[in-house]
T-cell receptor, first 115, second 114 residues
Framework: EADIYQTPRYLVIGTGKKITLECSQTMGHDKMYWYQQDPGMELHLIHYSYGVNSTEKGDLSSESTVSRIRTEHFPLTLESARPSHTSQYLC??????????????FGPGTRLTVL | KNQVEQSPQSLIILEGKNCTLQCNYTVSPFSNLRWYKQDTGRGPVSLTIMTFSENTKSNGRYTATLDADTKQSSLHITASQLSDSASYICVVSDRGSTLGRLYFGRGTQLTVWP
């Protein structure tokens, strides 16, 4: 079982609310990622980070923002949630190794529903 | 366009039976291929990883094969158990960037009935 945690596990909120999804890992991994996954669909990378103070946007356009002030912590924030943001959000981390050879360890996910 | 296609989309088998899941990819340049297991409401967990030079990798009752020439992989599950019910995701990594970009399939939803 990977030591990567996400809170909350489930969140139901109203449109326009600001939310922060928490992700933390205790493995000392430099690389961290946020994915969005809809039922029956593939994971889409929305943000990633190589280390502290490093953040990049992924392949899927997202209105969310991330920060990486500490190695172990990679929170995702939505300033104004909308129903289109309803989805499962998965956080992952991996070691900084040769390109593509690192294994990503995933958290349990946050199921977000915006009414 | 780099893609990962998995088949079947869903599969139902009886406990104790074997099954094989398929993955075809067009990702290039190829770095490695992984199979992940994702239980409902959970994050994916890595089962196997294979590089270009490897053509088979086992992890308990799971055996993955890779044919880099035809760009095909399969995941064989032996003597299935109820706990094998999950989505199995094929993930291919390229060598075209420092990040080692991952391409995800949509998964095969396996249901094992008693």
């Amino acid at each position: 079982e990977a030591d990567i945690y996400q809170t909350p596990r489930y969140l139901v909120i109203g449109t326009g609310k600001k939310i922060t999804l928490e992700c933390s890992q205790t493995m000392g991994h430099d690389k961290m990622y946020w994915y969005q996954q809809d039922p029956g669909m593939e994971l889409h990378l929305i943000h990633y980070s190589y280390g502290v103070n490093s953040t990049e946007k992924g392949d899927l356009s997202s209105e969310s923002t991330v920060s990486r002030i500490r190695t172990e912590h990679f929170p995702l924030t939505l300033e104004s949630a909308r129903p289109s943001h309803t989805s499962q959000y998965l956080c992952a981390s991996s070691e900084l190794r040769d390109r593509g050879t690192d294994t990503q360890y995933f958290g349990p996910g946050t199921r977000l529903t915006v009414l | 366009k780099n893609q990962v296609e998995q088949s079947p989309q869903s599969l139902i088998i009886l406990e104790g039976k074997n099954c094989t899941l398929q993955c075809n990819y067009t990702v290039s340049p190829f770095s490695n291929l992984r199979w992940y297991k994702q239980d409902t409401g959970r994050g994916p967990v890595s089962l196997t990883i294979m590089t270009f030079s490897e053509n088979t990798k086992s992890n308990g009752r799971y055996t993955a094969t890779l044919d880099a020439d035809t760009k095909q992989s399969s995941l064989h599950i032996t003597a299935s158990q109820l706990s094998d019910s999950a989505s199995y995701i094929c993930v291919v990594s390229d060598r075209g960037s420092t990040l080692g970009r991952l391409y995800f399939g949509r998964g095969t939803q396996l249901t094992v009935w008693p």
